[in-house]
């Protein structure tokens, strides 16, 4: 984006999600040395307390954060070498947590906001996915959807670090609400962009069906009772 529109200045920053909100600082920095002081940081409603109670971790319970961000640091090779045979293999972040905004501005579901001269509707209801403090926005003009529902993998129903319950019924709802909007462009904060509203529409289906075969074959074994595997 910044190769294509450097001299844009950036009018706001959504957090689709509250796992990966610790770069902000530096891009508000950079464009307060252009004397861009106007940006206005957007979270869902809700957000700005499960911040402040439990960083990035995502639990109902503020007394657990710290166990569970050890584990989220130990899952994203935080403590691993950058080269050799012991490197972190995917997904790997740095240690720092002291790039967190809060929002300045908390969305309500359905609340439709003007940003940069465009129309922008959120999302907050019925979206849940791997949190329930969630966005999707949507610009209705470029029929865009920004969310955290479509990763560029199959979701991980369970994390690794632990954490809360992750319904895939809800995680299926989620993306019924994208196919109703049926858009021309999907930017997920999990996965590459896609253009095009029949791939989108292949991947959306693809994605739900994957997540209800899960879940109708876990339900299936558990009634047969099936022995679970070791």
């Not at 891009?27 to 940081?41: A, C, S």
């Not at 971790?57 to 569970?68: D, M, Q, S, W």
């Not at 969630?134 to 993998?153: L, S």
């Amino acid at each position: 984006m910044r190769q294509h529109l450097p001299e844009a200045p950036v009018k706001a920053i959504i957090y689709s999600h509250d796992h990966y909100v610790f770069g902000t600082e530096p891009i508000i920095e950079k464009e307060q040395e252009r004397g861009n002081d106007d940006i206005l940081v957007i979270g869902p409603k809700g957000v700005t307390r499960a911040l402040l109670e439990s960083p990035g971790t995502a639990t109902k319970f503020p007394e657990i954060a710290g166990v569970l961000l050890s584990r989220s640091l130990e899952q994203f090779n935080v403590f691993k070498p950058t080269e050799g045979p012991d490197a972190g293999f995917k997904n790997t972040m740095n240690a720092s947590l002291g790039g967190l905004v809060l929002p300045s501005y908390e969305v309500e579901h359905g609340e439709v906001k003007n940003i940069g001269g465009m129309d922008v509707k959120f999302f907050t209801q019925d979206i849940d996915t791997d949190s329930q403090y969630q966005i999707v926005a949507w610009f209705p003009e470029k029929r865009i959807a920004m969310n955290n529902i479509i990763w560029g993998w199959f979701p991980n129903l369970y994390s690794l670090r632990g954490g809360d319950f992750r319904n895939p019924t809800l995680w299926k709802n989620a993306v019924d609400t994208l196919i109703e909007l049926e858009p021309e462009v999907l930017l997920s904060t999990h996965s590459t962009s896609l253009v095009g509203d029949t791939v989108i529409m292949e991947r959306l289906e693809h994605y739900k069906d994957g997540i209800a075969s899960i879940l109708d074959q876990s339900l299936k074994a558990i009634l047969q009772a099936l022995p679970q595997p070791k």
